[in-house]
């Protein structure tokens, strides 16, 4: 990501978190020592009776209840329908309007994904639902390096959630940071119960190299911010 007038702090705070090959063994050693060390999860407790709620007994939450991470993958291909399944979580609606919000309708997030099982990186239009072709992808083994997941097998596809800073930042300064990083987690849920709802496994990829990423999908020269991946497949 490029200095950014608007919000500076939200650029510096970027750099500072970004993973490449010579810092990702430091972030993984980190997480070995926090996953030897945490033992329970902090909840909060108050005082005085809980007052009970009922549970919903719907297919939104049953397909809720399904969401979880896996990790291991059978080597099938998505099919056609799959695809067009998993891509409408980020769809834009007829008329007007999209299926996710965002801050000021600026709409900061852009879906991108390779499809390990054609060879092809790609680019989701909302509009017409439709997928643009950016480039040849490369191998799941040549980005794996540059994903930071512990697989099983191999996925179908990488999804990646690009930022694009400025479109918020223009607008909210500093707090625009938030927003889109508020944004990708609508994009990862809305993906996750597309998944759960196929029954495909999925695990989103919190730890993605930025460099390599840009120019794969052919952004190393903007100001796009490589902000999240989710791994699906069979
Ligand atoms: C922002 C974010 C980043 C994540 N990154 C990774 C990751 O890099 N590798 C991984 O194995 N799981 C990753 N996960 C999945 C979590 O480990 C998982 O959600 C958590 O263990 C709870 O399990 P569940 O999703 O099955 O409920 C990530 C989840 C989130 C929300």
Redesign the pocket.
Known sequence: MTMNDDAPLFSLFWENSKLNARTAPGFAERLDEDARAATQVAQLFHPGADRALRRPDDPLARVMAQR??R?AFRPAPLSEAQLGSLFYAFAHKPGAGRLLPSAGAKYPIEVFALLFDERAIVYYNGDTHALSVVGPAPSWDEVAPSV???LEGAPSALFVFVAFPGRVTGRYGERGGRFLLIECGQH?QSLALRVAHENLAG?????LHDEPFKRWLRLDRTDAAIA?GYAVGT
């Not at 695990?203 to 730890?207: D, T, Y």
Request: no cysteine; aromatic share 0%; glycine share 24%.
């Open positions: 979880e991470s990790r930071g997941l512990t990862a695990v989103e990829a919190g730890g999240l």
